[in-house]
Structure formats: structure tokens, C-alpha cells
Nanobody, 124 residues
């Protein structure tokens, strides 16, 4: 089992920044690729960003490229999502997830473990 706890969400004005953190426990963190997903009210869950086990490969949904950065610190068992130039359409609950295949993928169904989510609200 892997337990994931997100933090860092909140209310920010458009153009502002937030950094989300996801702390993992229970298994060797470096055995997992990690991803961030989000879900806005009335919408389906959406892939945001992913990172492989070493941090050497990252991927993003087009709508956040150039604004968001995913990173990880395996010594701290933590994955981060730095979000800059935030827009109202970024408002959602953000979830981190762990992929036991170590890749970090855009496909939600391939993730084994999920956190409880953290709310991000961007005001216009």
C-alpha cells in the first residue's frame, strides 16, 4: 500500500502561483511514477502532469505546458506541482497518483494509488 497526502491548495488570483505537494508513505517512493490529475465541478477527471520514477521524463497536458512544472524529491518521498500564471479554468480538485509501473502516464486507470485531493480555486 502507498498512502498519498496532497497539500498546498488554496485560493489565488488569476496570474498567481501555487505549489502543490504530495507526500508518499508505505512503499519505496522511487519505485513509482507519479501523476497529477484534476477534476472541476461537473467535469471528468483530467490528466495534468506526470513524472517517471527518476524524474528524468515528464509530460503535461497542452493546457498547462509552460505554466506548470512537475518535479520529485525521492529523498523526501514527495512530488510537487509548481503552478504559475494560474487561470480561472485551472480551478479544480487536484489529485496525485502513483503508478507502480514507474513510468508516470496520462492514463488514470493505470495508476494504483490516489490521494484525497486538494482544492485549487483561481479567482478572476
Amino acid at each position: 500500500q502507498v498512502q498519498l497526502v496532497e497539500s498546498g491548495g488554496g485560493l489565488v488570483q488569476a496570474g498567481g502561483s501555487l505549489r502543490l505537494s504530495c507526500a508518499a508513505s508505505g512503499r519505496t517512493f522511487s519505485n513509482y511514477g507519479m501523476g497529477w490529475f484534476r477534476q472541476a465541478p461537473g467535469k471528468e477527471r483530467e490528466f495534468v502532469a506526470a513524472i517517471n520514477w527518476s524524474g528524468g521524463i515528464t509530460r503535461y497536458v497542452d493546457s498547462v505546458k509552460g505554466r506548470f512544472t512537475i518535479s520529485r524529491d525521492n529523498a523526501k518521498n514527495t512530488v510537487y506541482l509548481q503552478m504559475n500564471s494560474l487561470k480561472p479554468e485551472d480551478t479544480a480538485v487536484y489529485y496525485c497518483a502513483a503508478d507502480g509501473r514507474r513510468f508516470g502516464t496520462a492514463v488514470a486507470d493505470l495508476y494504483n494509488y490516489w490521494g484525497q485531493g486538494t482544492q485549487v480555486t483561481v479567482s478572476s
